[in-house]
């Protein structure tokens, strides 16, 4: 077992990408109470958004640290634009529509997405190479190795998490989110622009999924179409087990999934096929166990 | 009403007397079409070998229909299986429902072509597997339609098995893919190098598709084998041998055919690749008579992707099925019959004898290396001579 910190630095970097989907999911699901289920193909499309720009900076000619800024910034952007346009043109007009509806709605969007994505990028239906852009190498602790990448993105998924934290809690459009998810109608009552406040929420949340593309992408140098689609199923559950709009269960719910596949690959070597299976398996006996979550939305801390 | 029968009788019967007569007049001049099926992985992970093998196939064709002296010209169906088991059952469906279509060439992917042979004994649609290695899309039952002209895994993983004894190799984990294919490799893998006396410190098995490769790979690290055996196809070996650089893993990678072309070498770049083992059930094209003519019809023909390690196995299979028919007819059931007496038909990758199973018996495995980013055959390596050496020799 002298692997523990080599697993535990696996199962951190899992847990930051788990962790930044499920956050998006709860913050969709605690000021609008709409399940985003194109959130995981909205992290697909900032990948790809990333590699597009990598190929173009490079193409530019401009060094790799600032080929690394100009992905992530056009991830992001993208992914807030297209989050924003979804809440806008399609979120807002069905807010009164069955639950239901919504949730076919968003699934549809994503598919549209993913299959757009694979029909109109070049050799789309390939898994695409995703350039090396930060430093390689490490270092060995006692058995365990450090890789110098995994270290910068754990850090970088930590920070993007605090930030997002500290933007609903202390600052002013945070402030208006939460009025927002609180109580819709006093919240315009009292001079906040919902028609702003909704897209830009939703911008928010699809940065992160941004961000987590970015990570993705850099970590394992290998990106494909169909990525986010196991993503948004861990981090909605994820998101669920923690307990759905609450921006702590969603990170703790995010890192549980991945510490269970890591415990599943570690402590039984030959069952590394089943770990999804044994993941899934304990995540429904503690649904079943606690049905809203780790820790539940509080109404009075929605978001 | 009876004249109007009358004539309308004479005019059926002006009708289709004049058809035959000018059907046997234009026969004349241009030769019957004949209808052929190509399956393989076109888009996903896999294409480059499908892409490689559609290639190699459409050769054949052209070159067939180059030839003066057939009966028959030839029109090649090309469909896309993905790799996909579910989208193979959907594409041999549509073909082998299609009665215009006489025989198929199909499957790159194992676990796709054990999938559907059941589908071409239904139809009765006769057909030659390009690539596909599992030895149970022909042994697991009798079909009379199913052929293959590529090998068994069997025998390169007993070849493999007595290759890394030889070396004195003696930890080995083993890592495959979840799949009929992975789990076939690694059955017999295990088989053969437990008989040898060696030891299997632990076997991984992973769905083709997984990304992350870590917490195996650490517990990989851990066992710290001499080995690692791969069993699985291109996009995963790849990522293996990508990752295990990563986690600073330096033990020898073993593979099988489902790694070996030119894909794997782009795919983890030379470096990496560089002493990466292999066993093919072929030797190199340069060695085999006619071998050198394919290589030179492929360029000519301006094909833009190589035609990687199952193409001229694809060349070979569409070849088979167009000589069938030209000797038989364009009939199913015959040339169903006749494929099933090949025997000693010489090919490029071989002489290609089909046993009562409609197997290939004889392919000639081979032992390959990567070095400076292509695979040699290891007689003919710097790793023979002592001036490269393998990882991890004890």
Redesign the interface.
């Known amino acids: 077992m002298g692997m523990i910190g080599q697993h535990l630095l696996n199962g951190l970097m899992q847990g930051t990408i788990y962790g930044l989907v499920a956050m998006g999911f709860t913050i969709f699901f605690g000021v609008m109470n709409v399940i985003k289920f194109s959130h995981g193909d909205v992290l697909t499309l900032g990948a790809f958004g990333g590699l597009v720009a990598v190929w173009a900076a490079n193409a530019l000619g401009l060094s790799v640290p600032l080929q690394f800024i100009v992905a992530l910034c056009v991830a992001m952007a993208l992914t807030a634009v297209v989050g924003a346009g979804i809440s806008h043109f399609l979120i807002m007009p069905l807010r009164n529509a069955p639950p239901l509806n919504m949730l076919l709605m968003t699934m549809m969007v994503g598919t549209a997405i993913r299959e757009a994505i694979r029909l109109f990028f070049p050799n789309g239906t390939n898994p695409q190479r995703f350039p090396e852009l930060l430093p390689a190498g490490g270092f060995n602790i006692g058995p365990s190795f450090f890789r110098t990448d995994a270290i910068i993105l754990i850090i970088a998924g930590a920070a993007s998490i605090g930030a997002v934290y500290w933007i609903i809690n202390h600052s002013k459009f945070g402030l208006a989110m939460r009025a927002v998810a609180e109580d819709t109608e006093t919240a315009r009552v009292m001079g906040i622009n919902f028609g702003r406040i909704i897209p830009l929420t939703f911008a928010l949340g699809s940065i992160t999924a941004g961000f987590a593309g970015m990570i993705y992408a850099l970590y394992y140098s290998e990106i494909n179409y169909s990525m986010g689609l196991l993503l948004a199923v861990i981090g909605f559950t994820a998101a669920i087990v923690g307990g759905l709009g609450n921006i702590w269960g969603a990170i703790i719910g995010g890192y549980l999934f991945a510490g269970l596949q890591t415990f599943v690959v570690a402590a039984m070597p030959s069952m590394s096929d089943y770990k999804n299976v044994f993941a899934f398996v304990l995540i429904i006996v503690l649904i079943t166990w606690r049905p809203t979550g780790l820790l539940a939305e509080r109404g009075s801390e929605r978001v | 009403m009876g004249t109007i029968t009358k004539r309308g009788l004479a005019a059926l019967a002006v009708a289709s007397v004049l058809p035959l007569a000018f059907g046997s007049f234009s026969a004349a001049f241009a030769k019957d079409k004949v209808k052929i099926a190509f399956v393989g992985p076109l888009?996903?992970?896999i294409?480059p070998h499908g892409i490689g093998g559609r290639n190699s196939a459409e050769l054949a064709v052209k070159l067939m229909n180059a030839e003066p002296n057939t009966k028959y010209e030839y029109e090649l169906v090309v469909l896309d299986d993905?790799c996909k088991p579910n989208v193979g059952v959907q594409v041999v469906t549509k073909i082998a429902s299609d009665r215009s279509i006489i025989a198929a060439i199909p499957h790159y992917c194992s676990a796709t072509a054990i999938a559907t042979v059941d589908i071409f004994n239904r139809f009765k649609m006769p057909m030659v597997v390009w690539a596909a290695v599992l030895p149970e899309i022909t042994y697991a039952k009798k079909y009379p339609e199913v052929h293959r002209v590529s090998g068994i895994l069997i025998g390169q993983n007993r070849i493999g098995a007595q290759f890394m004894k030889a070396r004195g190799y003696k930890k080995f984990v083993s890592f495959a893919d979840?799949t009929d294919y992975g789990k076939s490799m690694n059955k017999y893998f295990t088989q053969f190098t437990l008989e040898n006396g060696s030891e299997i410190l632990?076997?991984?098995?992973?769905?083709p598709?997984q990304?992350?490769l870590?917490?195996?790979l650490?517990?990989i690290?851990?066992l710290n084998p001499e080995v690692i055996y791969f069993g699985g196809l291109t996009?995963l070996g790849a990522?293996l041998r990508?990752q295990m650089a990563?986690?600073?893993i330096n033990a020898q990678l073993e593979g099988n055919s489902g790694i070996m072309g030119d894909a794997f070498v782009n795919?983890a770049g030379p470096e990496l690749a560089e002493g990466t083992l292999t066993f093919f059930d072929s030797p190199p094209l340069s060695k085999m008579p006619g071998g050198k003519m394919f290589s030179d019809a492929y360029k000519a023909a301006g094909y833009s992707e190589p035609p990687e390690a199952y193409g001229p196995f694809a060349y070979v299979a569409t070849r088979l099925v167009m000589e069938t028919i030209e000797k038989v007819g364009p009939d199913r059931a015959k040339v169903t019959a006749d494929l099933g007496d090949v025997k000693d038909r010489p090919s490029i990758v071989g002489p290609v004898t089909f046993d009562d199973h409609g197997q290939n018996i004889t392919p000639l495995t081979t032992s390959y290396v990567v070095q400076d980013g292509k695979w040699v055959v290891w007689e003919e390596s710097e790793y023979v001579s002592g001036k490269r050496k393998l990882k991890n020799l004890p």
């Not at chain 2, 632990?202 to 769905?207: K, R």
């Open positions: 888009t996903g992970a294409s993905e979840s632990g076997s991984f098995s992973v769905p598709d990304q992350d870590s917490a195996e650490t517990k690290k851990e996009p990522r990508t990563k986690f600073g795919a």
